[in-house]
């Protein structure tokens, strides 16, 4: 799973990450200069995702900066990324990292074609099962986290499926490989 700017410490504010009993991870954000969190005394919902279980332990990671090696990841604090890899009481590990703003809106395009193009098990979409019950109190909430066990699916298909679905939200199958690359760094670490 991939989240746009939504690292523990975003560049606009502090993000706390909530999972409920309702099987649900919902995030928000603190910032006293946001004219909406009226001066800080207000969280603000920002993203919401049902994961289907529940989720009973965080664990923040720091990311290496993207493309350098280790040596240079020192010299880069500054711009430390970071992961959140959470366990759930069923026994399932996952992850959430952050993605550059250009690599989230291409693979969530890339989410939105492959839930409207490809079939789905028993015919349920991937996106509505995210949505349910997840309690997000807008669309905008729902659109900030992408489901990363679709986008694996991607790599799977033929290269002319990849191929019509890159073409169809303008961009080619290695950028898309690529950013797919980078949003599964944060996997490797498991």
Do not use: W
Not at 58 to 82: D, T, V
Not at 149 to 162: D, K, N, P
């Amino acid at each position: 799973m991939t989240l746009d700017e939504a690292g523990p410490h975003a560049a606009n504010g502090l993000r706390v990450f909530l999972a409920d009993a309702g099987r649900n991870l919902r995030i928000y954000s603190y910032s006293r200069q946001d004219a909406e969190s009226r001066s800080g005394t207000v969280l603000l919902p920002r993203a919401a995702f049902h994961l289907g279980a529940v989720a009973n332990h965080f664990l923040r990671l720091s990311l290496p900066p993207r493309g350098a090696p280790p040596a240079a990841a020192a010299a880069a604090a500054g711009r430390r990324r970071h992961a959140l890899l959470y366990s759930t009481l069923d026994g399932a590990i996952g992850c959430l990292a952050q993605v550059e703003e250009a690599a989230f809106r291409r693979l969530y395009f890339l989410s939105t074609k492959m839930v409207a193009t490809m079939q789905h098990a028993a015919g349920l979409n991937p996106r509505g099962f995210r949505a349910q019950g997840s309690g997000a109190t807008a669309e905008g909430e729902l659109s900030q986290v992408i489901d990363g066990a679709l986008l694996r699916r991607f790599v799977s298909l033929g290269s002319a499926a990849q191929e019509r679905l890159a073409r169809q939200i303008g961009t080619s199958p290695q950028q898309l490989l690529a950013n797919l690359s980078e949003a599964e760094v944060a996997s490797a670490l498991l």
